[in-house]
């Protein structure tokens, strides 16, 4: 079955610590997502891929880091430099130039807790 | 304005019922369009896209509206298992760069 994974599924992390969230893909997909959502609120981009080795600052990237050294493979590292980490993370691929209706497909999401 | 506007609800309608949500978008060179429905702690689905003909999936039935900029769902017959978060995105000029959603809009369906 294709589709998108991330893990783990609840992560929980003192103060101070790196942590990185796994996502990966076999749906063929070019483009790759990180999204943030807070409760009550609407996704929030924080990086994404359209190719591999190669990634673009959303709108929130301050904090966060990631890699895209294989197509498949998306992972996004939340710094102790991230102020406010506590949030639910989303991946999601597309397959871009496939006509416009480019639609995103999502992981289950990795829910980050910092204690 | 934002770029795209969606009422948060919630939305609470009885079983049966029809139901509509409208999303407005700001940027007129907008190529595409979806909903996608967020179930509590879950993952964004795509529902359905939205063509400028518009389009019908069963109960669902999505609409454009370009000289207004805004799109629309409707749901008619509403079941309980509709309970969800609906999530208006639209795609920028150039396609998949940088996709805006909405900040969704609440339905509860009550028996």
């Known amino acids: 079955d294709g589709g998108i994974t991330q893990s783990p599924k609840y992560l929980f992390r003192k103060e101070g610590q790196n942590v990185t969230l796994s996502c990966e893909q076999n749906?063929?997909?070019?483009?790759m997502y990180w999204y943030r959502q807070d409760p009550g609120q609407g996704l929030r981009l924080i990086y994404y891929?359209?190719?591999?080795?190669?990634?673009q600052k959303g709108d929130i990237a301050e904090g966060y880091s990631v890699s895209r050294e294989k197509k498949e493979s998306f992972p996004l590292t939340v710094t102790s430099a991230q102020k406010n980490p506590t949030a639910f993370y989303l991946c999601?691929?597309?397959?871009?130039?496939?006509?416009?209706?480019?639609?995103?497909?999502f992981g289950p999401g990795t829910r980050l807790t910092v204690l | 304005r934002k770029e795209v506007e969606q009422d948060p609800g919630p939305f609470n309608v009885p079983e049966g019922a029809t139901v509509a949500f409208n999303c407005t978008y700001s940027?007129?060179?907008?190529?595409?369009f979806f909903w996608y429905r967020q179930d509590c702690r879950k993952e964004p689905k795509l529902l359905m896209s939205v063509y400028s003909s518009g389009n019908e999936d069963g109960r669902f039935t999505a609409q454009l509206n370009r000289a207004s900029q805004y799109i629309s769902l409707l749901i008619r017959d509403s079941k309980l298992s509709d309970s969800a978060t609906y999530l208006c995105?639209?795609?920028?000029?150039?396609?998949?760069?940088?996709?805006?959603f909405g900040t969704g809009t609440k339905l509860q369906v009550i028996p």
């Open positions: 891929s359209q190719i591999v080795n190669d990634f």
């Open positions: 999601a691929s597309s397959k871009p130039g496939q006509g416009i209706y480019n639609e995103q497909f």
């Open positions: 749906l063929n997909h070019d483009a």
């Open positions: 995105v639209v795609n920028p000029p150039g396609g998949y760069q940088k996709v805006t």
């Open positions: 940027n007129s060179a907008s190529q595409s």
